[in-house]
């Protein structure tokens, strides 16, 4: 007998337990957070794209302003592809704080911004006015789509440290709010595929890797990670030093992924006669 026969007698005598499948609403909500997050990677992309058109023309307006993008900025990028191109008249755009930066700001604003330049800008100023009206409207589906009890996951996954309110969109579309599927942290971590034997570098790395698949959840665990507090950095660096690997920093953001994965079933998971995340702390 081979082994997909012995499986099919397991299964037809119920002796396997089935895989987490989420429920129909749940899925619609994993669409919705997937697509955005697309949405969003590709705004960056295109704001990557005007920098360098910018680095083209000699305009180096990002060396002066803390964002290009922001009021100040796009005005004077606004004005750019309307055919302004003298310094002093871009200059007196700026706003608020910018304005004590005004000669600094001429001096930046001195460039080659030609005819090409003006179409390919406004281009790309038109494509990210685009998809921010697209990311708008998502964020809108999404909160309709969560309901109240998924906002009330919401707010709980947002009691986690470094844990921001689109991050707990995605864990609460990924992972859902019902934790009775998952027995214990470690096996929500496991699904994630940040297992707890992956926060050190092995002597075999293949042998225990990180598991593949089920990619949103690990990367919305990732962002979760991303800015966790310094000493939990300090300690990444510490295991990775450990690890006779100083280079690989793989393995220590696995760990702090795994860290961020713990505390969201910790959370959700109800505890008879204490608050959600009551006595919650951080593995050390």
């Not at 002093?88 to 004590?100: F, M, N």
Request: net charge positive; hydrophobic share 45%.
């Amino acid at each position: 007998m081979c082994v997909t026969q012995w499986l099919c007698q397991l299964m037809e005598a119920g002796l396997l337990r089935g895989s987490f499948v989420a429920p129909k609403p749940q899925r619609r909500l994993r669409a919705l957070t997937r697509y955005r997050k697309t949405q969003i990677a590709e705004r960056q992309r295109e704001a990557n794209r005007l920098h360098k058109a910018l680095e083209d023309t000699g305009i180096k307006l990002d060396c002066v302003a803390t964002d290009i993008l922001g009021n100040s900025g796009r005005a004077m990028l606004d004005a750019l592809v309307s055919g302004t191109t003298d310094p002093d008249v871009l200059a007196e755009l700026a706003k608020g704080k910018l304005r004590t930066k005004l000669p600094a700001l001429r001096e930046a604003l001195r460039g080659r911004f030609e005819t090409h330049h003006a179409l390919i800008v406004g281009a790309i100023l038109a494509h990210l006015d685009f998809l921010d009206e697209q990311i708008g409207q998502l964020s809108e589906a999404i909160e309709d789509e969560l309901g109240p009890t998924g906002l009330a996951g919401v707010a709980l996954a947002s009691t986690i440290t470094g844990v921001a309110a689109r991050t707990a969109e995605v864990m609460v579309a990924e992972i859902g709010t019902d934790m009775s599927v998952f027995p214990s942290a470690g096996h929500l971590a496991s699904w994630v595929g940040r297992c707890p034997g992956s926060d050190s570098r092995p002597a075999n790395a293949a042998a225990d890797a990180a598991a593949r698949g089920r990619v949103e959840p690990g990367r919305g665990a990732g962002v979760a990670a991303g800015p966790f507090p310094r000493p939990a950095r300090r300690t990444g660096r510490a295991r990775s030093r450990a690890s006779g690997s100083p280079q690989d920093m793989r393995w220590p953001i696995v760990a702090l992924v795994h860290a961020a994965a713990v505390p969201g079933w910790v959370v959700a998971r109800p505890v008879p006669g204490a608050a959600h995340g009551e006595g919650m702390r951080w593995p050390r």
